[in-house]
């Protein structure tokens, strides 16, 4: 079963972040020392079986020891309509990969992401259309390892 508290986290590894979409999974990993969060593409999500296998390939080429899932709540900590979703997914993921899930608070992260990525200069729209989803999920993760 996935957890919230940190103290659950394995104390070492890589960690894979994914912030869960309707139609997207946006995609970030730390280094092994877990100081950093990288933003990768965006995954454009169709069946489960063609996510579970690129979600494979990022766990193998990258050495992954657990995962991150980004935890939709409201600013009072109430659960949002993506709440059920996120959490059945991080059930999912858990249970295929057999390696441990955190769900992770995520409030602000997709604004947080796009106003990162607008102040360089980017559009609104280009920024939706450019891994908007993997920038929020490499905010969720950089926010985790801060709270380490």
């Known amino acids: 079963m996935p957890f919230r508290k940190l103290e659950q986290l ?15 999974l946006g995609i970030a990993i730390c280094d092994k020392f877990r100081t950093i969060a990288t ?8 069946k489960w079986k063609v ?5 494979a390939k990022y766990i193998e080429e990258n050495t992954i020891e657990c995962f ?13 309509s993506s709440t059920d979703a996120a959490e059945s997914f991080a059930d999912t993921l858990e ?3 057999e390696m ?9 992260s997709t604004k947080q992401a796009e106003e990162a990525m607008l ?6 729209k280009k920024a939706k259309e450019r891994n908007l989803d993997s920038v ?3 905010f969720i993760l950089q926010n985790l390892l801060e709270s380490l």
């Open 39 to 46: 933003a990768y593409p965006t995954i454009r999500r169709t």
């Open 119 to 124: 102040s360089t200069g980017m559009r609104r």
């Open 136 to 138: 929020a999920a490499s």
């Open 95 to 97: 249970s295929t990969f």
């Open 10 to 24: 394995p104390s070492s590894g890589k960690i894979l972040c994914l912030d869960v979409g309707k139609k997207t």
């Open 51 to 55: 996510d579970k296998q690129i979600i």
């Open 68 to 80: 991150v899932v980004g935890w939709p709540v409201n600013a009072d900590g109430s659960k949002s």
């Open 100 to 108: 441990p899930v955190l769900l992770f608070d995520e409030t602000y």
